[in-house]
């Protein structure tokens, strides 16, 4: 095999492999964005007994140790938690009604209290 042809070769191999490692370094940060809006979630439970917002930023401990990449806000009123997390161009969503965590890939909706109610704010 001529020293040209392996370097095709390589080239070849190397353009088949960058979109699988780029496609698992997604699904990690997925992932882990879920497991994180998860534990926020499970760990604000019972803590607020009014509706409470507060506001979640990057690398900040959150509570007994939790840490996270993401930013966003969580919503607490007694058990219930509503937890918003944003990391890179991801989006996590839990809800007190289902007990999953919704992911996509896109921008999160920017929500905040008026009036005892959660409402969409301005972005």
Request: aromatic share 4%; charged share 30%; proline share 2%.
């Amino acid at each position: 095999m001529k020293k040209i042809d392996k370097i095709i070769l390589t080239i070849i191999i190397m353009i088949a492999i960058i979109p699988i490692i780029l496609n698992e370094i997604n699904e990690y940060n997925l992932r882990k964005l879920k497991e994180e809006t998860q534990k926020i979630s499970e760990e604000l439970k019972n803590e607020y007994p009014t509706l409470t917002e507060i506001k979640i930023k990057s690398n900040i401990e959150i509570k007994k140790g939790l840490k996270t990449r993401g930013y966003g806000k969580a919503f607490v009123d007694g058990e219930n938690v509503i937890v918003v997390l944003a990391y890179k161009n991801y989006c996590s969503v839990k809800l007190p009604i289902i007990n999953e965590v919704a992911l996509s890939k896109s921008k999160c909706q920017n929500l905040t209290i008026k009036d005892g109610k959660i409402i969409k704010g301005k972005e």
